[in-house]
C-alpha cells in the first residue's frame, strides 16, 4: 500500500531556531513530491514541489531535499519566525495510469510550535 | 496566482439538517475538483473526485447518498451532507486542478459543526 510517514509528529522549538521535518514514503513509481503548510482551520499551502529527478528545492527560507533512492525527503525551516507555527504536510503524487489521474498521498503531517 | 474559494467558512446546524459546501475556482476553469475531509490532528482523506459534467467518484466507505456532490461547471462544484448527524462534523477542504497534469489548489476549508 502506498504511504508516506512523517516525522515528528510534533516539535516545539524557539524563535530564531532552525529544525529539520522528516518524510519517507512508498509510492513509487511518483509523479512529484510537494510540502504544505496548514494553518489551523485553513487549506494547505503549496510551499515546494519537486520530481523524481530534483534532489532539492528552496522557497525563501523554507528548503526541501529529495532522495528519490531511500524514498525519503525532508523540510528544513532556517530562522524561524512565529508564523511558521502551523502543520507541514508532506504529499506524494502516484501516478495512475487507469483513467489518467495523479492521486495525491499526503502524510500526517508535522505540527510545528514556534514559541518567543 | 489560482485561487479557490469555499463557502461557507463555519456552518453550525441541527442533526438531520442538510448542508450545502460551495466550491469555486476564481481565475482558471477546474476540470476536476476534489472534496476532502479531516478530522482534529489528522492528514486530509480523499472523499470524491469530480470531473465537470460526469459523476463524481467516491472513495471506498464514503456514501454516495450521503455526501451528494454536483459539479455542474467548470468553476463551481458543491458538496451536499443530506441528513448531518454529529459524527459528520468535520473539516471539508476542496480542491481543483485545471488540467491531468496541473497541481491541485486547496480551498481554505469548511467546518461543519452538527448539534
Known amino acids: 500500500k502506498n504511504q508516506v510517514e512523517q516525522s515528528p509528529q510534533s516539535l516545539i522549538i524557539l524563535e530564531g531556531k532552525n529544525c529539520t521535518l522528516q518524510?519517507?514514503?512508498?509510492?513509487?513509481?511518483?509523479?512529484?513530491l510537494r510540502w504544505y503548510k496548514q494553518d489551523t482551520g485553513r487549506g494547505p499551502v503549496s510551499l515546494t514541489i519537486?520530481?523524481?529527478?530534483?534532489n532539492t528545492k528552496s522557497n525563501g527560507r523554507y528548503t526541501a531535499t529529495l532522495d528519490a533512492d531511500t524514498k525519503q525527503s525532508s523540510l528544513h525551516i532556517t530562522a524561524s519566525q512565529l508564523s511558521d507555527s502551523a502543520s507541514y504536510i508532506c504529499?506524494?503524487?502516484?501516478?495512475?495510469?487507469?483513467?489518467?489521474?495523479?492521486?495525491?498521498?499526503f502524510g500526517a503531517g508535522t505540527r510545528l510550535a514556534v514559541h518567543p | 496566482g489560482a485561487v479557490v474559494s469555499q463557502h461557507p467558512s463555519w456552518v453550525i446546524c441541527k442533526s438531520g439538517t442538510s448542508v450545502k459546501i460551495e466550491c469555486r475556482s476564481l481565475?482558471?476553469?477546474?476540470?476536476?475538483m476534489f472534496w476532502y475531509r479531516q478530522f482534529p490532528k489528522q492528514s486530509l482523506m480523499l472523499m470524491a473526485t469530480?470531473?465537470?459534467?460526469?459523476?463524481?467518484?467516491?472513495e471506498q466507505g464514503v456514501e454516495k447518498d450521503k455526501f451528494l456532490i454536483n459539479h455542474a461547471s467548470l468553476t463551481l462544484s458543491t458538496l451536499t451532507v443530506t441528513s448531518a448527524h454529529p459524527e459528520d462534523s468535520s473539516f471539508y477542504i476542496c480542491?481543483?486542478?485545471?488540467?491531468?497534469?496541473?497541481?491541485?489548489?486547496f480551498g481554505d476549508g469548511t467546518r461543519l459543526s452538527i448539534l
Open positions: 480542491s481543483a486542478r485545471e488540467g491531468v497534469n496541473q497541481p491541485q489548489h
Open positions: 518524510c519517507n514514503y512508498t509510492v513509487s513509481p511518483f509523479s512529484n
Open positions: 519537486m520530481t523524481f529527478s530534483e
Open positions: 504529499v506524494v503524487t502516484d501516478i495512475m495510469f487507469s483513467g489518467g489521474y495523479n492521486k495525491l498521498i
Open positions: 481565475d482558471f476553469q477546474a476540470t476536476t
Open positions: 469530480s470531473n465537470e459534467g460526469s459523476k463524481a467518484t467516491y
